[in-house]
């Protein structure tokens, strides 16, 4: 019989593949992410994509299609057939895919032998996160009042006065939450209107692999949150009237924002704060951990805001903030302009 998962359309991702006993062992793995391991849904999409195009090379080289078929050999010319036209870091999303795969097939007895032990992966070279200033943070803070004034665009759907003041309160409250609390984009949209107390300020979140946190929300995130809240009853579905009943966040219809359309929004705000259409909602939570390590907050407690597994991920916002002295120091400090000016 085989293994099903109650989890929407995530093994959607395996429906092309052939039936075989390959797939099946798939199926089994992603009810182990699911149930077990506890990951997110975009989590176990992620790890099925990429073993399914493993299954799919196993098809054309493997006889029978079957996780014992699938030795070193058939694994490295798997990688070697999508290093031709996708990126290093690609590549390494794929051995650890196939890494986790196959530790879970030695624990479960499907295998004796786990072939992923030799199997390398290419060097990252791990750039440093891109942030904000204060400043720019502080215009794109405004940029939902901004846009609410500006002149539509030729073609732009017609939005009344109402409902453009609605999106703008509604906006300010999500930016205000994804700068002050430093959460995910995921997060965000997944709030409920009871996760969130102004009073406390303090916001619930469910964060990777189910596990909950309390972040804390500044004033300016409190007051923009309470502002939103008592027009949010108007946003309902122009014919049946209908709202999510739960959702902290939702769009014109009445329904959950989706990560998509929050990207969507951040990148045009960004495009009309910055001029610069590649701000995406990651960078907020970026800016706001090298700004509160900036002013003085411990490392700790930055990990314990963001929802960090290991302080190594962390710390990375410390390189940031070394990077940024140096270059202030560059261009305030007498002696570097002395500098500049004899190169010059």
């Given at each position: ?13 395996l429906?092309?593949l052939a039936e ?15 149930h077990?391991?506890?990951s997110?849904?975009r989590?176990v ?7 399914r ?8 080289y ?15 010319g ?13 590549i ?10 196959f ?12 072939p ?5 992966a290419?060097k990252l ?14 215009r ?24 453009r ?5 509604r ?7 994804l700068?002050g ?6 997060e965000l ?25 309390v ?10 949150i309470?502002?939103?809240l ?16 739960k959702?902290l ?7 959950r924002?989706?990560?998509r ?8 705000y960004g495009?009309?704060s910055?001029g610069?259409?590649?701000?995406h909602?990651?960078?907020?939570r970026h ?8 002013g003085?907050?411990?490392l ?13 991920t962390?710390e990375?916002?410390?390189h ?5 002295v ?12 002395r ?6």
């Amino acid at each position: 019989m085989e293994t099903t998962v109650d989890s929407d359309n995530v093994l959607g991702v395996l429906d092309a593949l052939a039936e075989s006993n390959l797939r099946r062992d798939l199926l089994a793995f992603a009810t182990y992410l699911l149930h077990e391991r506890r990951s997110s849904k975009r989590t176990v999409e992620h790890y099925l994509r990429d073993l399914r195009t493993l299954a799919e090379y196993a098809q054309k080289y493997c006889e029978p299609v079957a996780i014992e078929s699938v030795t070193l050999a058939v694994l490295r010319g798997w990688l070697g057939s999508r290093s031709k036209a996708r990126s290093n870091s690609t590549i390494a999303r794929n051995v650890s895919s196939v890494r986790s795969f196959f530790v879970f097939a030695r624990k479960t007895g499907r295998i004796s032998d786990d072939p992923t032990a030799l199997l390398k992966a290419p060097k990252l070279r791990r750039d440093l996160p891109k942030i904000l200033g204060v400043p720019a943070a502080g215009r794109l803070m405004e940029a939902p009042d901004e846009r609410r004034f500006a002149t539509p665009r030729p073609g732009a759907r017609t939005i009344d006065p109402a409902e453009r003041e609605r999106q703008a309160l509604r906006d300010t409250a999500m930016l205000e939450v994804l700068y002050g609390g430093g959460i995910r984009v995921g997060e965000l949209v997944g709030l409920n209107l009871q996760d969130v107390s102004t009073r406390a300020r303090v916001a619930r979140v469910m964060g990777k692999g189910s596990k909950e946190r309390v972040v804390p929300l500044g004033p300016p995130a409190c007051a923009a949150i309470n502002a939103w809240l008592e027009v949010r009853h108007r946003h309902r579905h122009p014919t049946t009237g209908e709202q999510d009943p739960k959702a902290l966040f939702v769009g014109r219809y009445g329904t959950r924002l989706t990560t998509r359309q929050l990207q969507h929004l951040v990148r045009a705000y960004g495009e009309l704060s910055e001029g610069t259409a590649d701000l995406h909602p990651h960078m907020l939570r970026h800016t706001c951990a090298t700004h509160l390590l900036d002013g003085g907050a411990d490392l700790r407690m930055i990990q314990e805001m963001l929802g960090h597994a290991s302080l190594r991920t962390t710390e990375r916002y410390t390189h940031v903030s070394v990077e940024r002295v140096m270059k202030i120091y560059d261009e305030a400090h007498p002696l570097s302009g002395r500098v500049k000016k004899a190169k010059d």
